[in-house]
């Protein structure tokens, strides 16, 4: 390696070795009590079942700025007068913490690993050399990359959005960082691509041709897929949904308006859905929900493991804490077949007042063995419980008879008349959701 940015002596994290399980019995935060990476579950690992991500703009690169201040994290791979070597220190930093966390994967966008250049071939050379060093890293770990995806958010040129600004001139800038974003992704062996919305809304409709902009977007994502097959891109494309903030009202509302949007331009070959928990909460669904639905039209593609607050409406992306929430997702994936070749990835970050670096290894653990709890939990009501059947008998009357009948198509509405009038008024029966809400609280691990 000629220009030898990468220093690779320091450790960043000196006070931490490799994180390890130690079980239930421990009180130690920074090691593992549910999360054991080989025990299996339901036929296959842990590792196998969460296929865990650490989030690459979170964790090394947010500072926790906000609104009424600046960072508050003194990262000790900051580097403030050459970004590119800042650029390395960062990718050392993020490798040491992946290694002693023990995840099999990472996410990026372009411009949390390498910094925008002056040009849009100094900002491509910037990102290949990077890439290169990760490469690398890569090698020489078991960590890989579940995803990449371009930041066409942060720029002031995206002010409008990138693929539905009304000036095409952005429109083709945004495409720039996309190629090169996909180039690299396939370079590191991504198995998937994202799309988040970024600024792809709008804020007033009185100076929007919504229709036209979301043509757009359908257009661009359609050429990024053609330009990705080409270059052998063998993964999944992801549209992750949003419904607010940046944007007043974001264009990938939620998962049902992403799989309209998928269905309406000709994507379902390419493209499934990366669905996050906080953007759930802020459209006014559960997390449960969001998947139920992304597997119902077999959209399903990864999942960004986080939680908001549901006191107020903006996106906090905390760590995942909340055992109801990872039990009643890990219920879902666990009926609906697994995460397939997506994962999780933990979209979250510390808060702005947690600034030790302890505190990032405690977000993730924390979040780990809240999932691997969810994960037991389920496995056992699953397994072990009546809920299944319990769940079949609300619908027993479908499996035979004038019941199977009408699933199966053979009943017309004068049909349904007739049987209606020959049986007069349905008894009542109970919905017993009380009975399946404790049963789950029985169960909880
Ligand atoms: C923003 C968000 C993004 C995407 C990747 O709310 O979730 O971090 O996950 O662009
Ligand atoms: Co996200």
Redesign the pocket.
């Known amino acids: 390696m000629s220009n030898n940015i990468l220093l690779g002596s320091k450790e960043y994290f000196p006070n931490i070795n490799k994180i390890t399980y130690e079980g239930t019995e421990s009180t130690n935060p920074l090691a593992f009590k549910y999360y054991n990476e080989d025990s299996v579950v339901s036929g296959k690992t842990m590792r196998e079942h969460f296929r865990f991500a650490v989030?690459y703009?979170h964790t090394f690169c947010g500072t926790g700025s906000d609104p009424f201040g600046p960072g508050t994290k003194i990262f000790p791979w900051y580097q403030k007068t050459n970004p590119m070597k800042a650029a390395g220190y960062r990718l050392d930093a993020a490798f040491e913490f992946f290694t002693k966390l023990g995840v099999p994967f990472y996410c990026f966008?372009d411009r949390d690993i390498s910094p925008e250049g002056q040009s849009i071939e100094e900002s491509e050379n910037n990102l290949k050399y990077i890439v290169s060093l990760a490469e690398e890293k890569q090698e020489n770990s078991d960590v890989k990359l579940l995803w990449g995806?371009a930041?066409l958010f942060s720029h002031p040129r995206y002010m409008n959005g990138a693929a539905t600004n009304p000036d095409f001139e952005v429109v083709a800038y945004a495409a720039s960082q996309v190629k090169a974003a996909i180039d690299a992704t396939i370079r590191l062996g991504g198995q998937n691509y994202?799309f988040?919305g970024?600024r792809e809304g709008y804020y007033s409709l009185l100076n929007t041709e919504m229709k036209r902009e979301i043509d757009h977007l359908a257009m661009f994502l359609q050429k990024a897929r053609d330009y990705g097959r080409d270059a052998g891109f063998e993964g999944t494309f992801l549209i992750?949904p949003?419904p607010l903030?940046p944007t007043k009202h974001q264009y990938d509302y939620d998962v049902a308006t992403v799989v309209a949007f998928i269905h309406e331009y000709g994507l379902e070959n390419d493209f499934k859905i990366?669905i996050?928990n906080?953007?759930a909460t802020l459209a006014g669904h559960t997390y449960a929900h969001e998947v139920q639905v992304a597997f119902n039209y077999s959209l399903f593609g990864s999942l960004?493991i986080n939680q908001g607050d549901p006191h107020n409406g903006w996106?906090t992306?905390e760590y995942l804490y909340n055992l109801y929430d990872a039990t009643e997702l890990m219920l879902v994936i666990l009926q609906s077949g697994g995460v397939g070749n997506g994962g999780m990835?933990f979209?979250a970050k510390t808060r702005r007042s947690s600034t030790d670096l302890e505190d990032i290894f405690i977000g993730h653990i924390n979040a780990m063995d809240t999932l691997a709890r969810g994960l037991l939990t389920a496995d056992n009501i699953l397994k072990n419980s009546d809920y299944l059947n319990m769940k079949k008998n609300r619908y027993a009357s479908f499996d035979y008879g004038d019941g199977a009948n009408f699933e199966s198509g053979e009943l017309g509405l004068v049909d349904l008349k007739n049987i209606a009038s020959k049986n007069g008024d349905p008894r009542q029966i109970s919905g017993k959701q009380e009975l399946f809400e404790s049963l789950v609280n029985n169960y909880l691990v």
């Open positions: 989030a703009w966008h995806t930041n994202v988040w970024g992750e949003k903030e990366n996050e906080n953007h960004d996106d992306d990835n979209d």
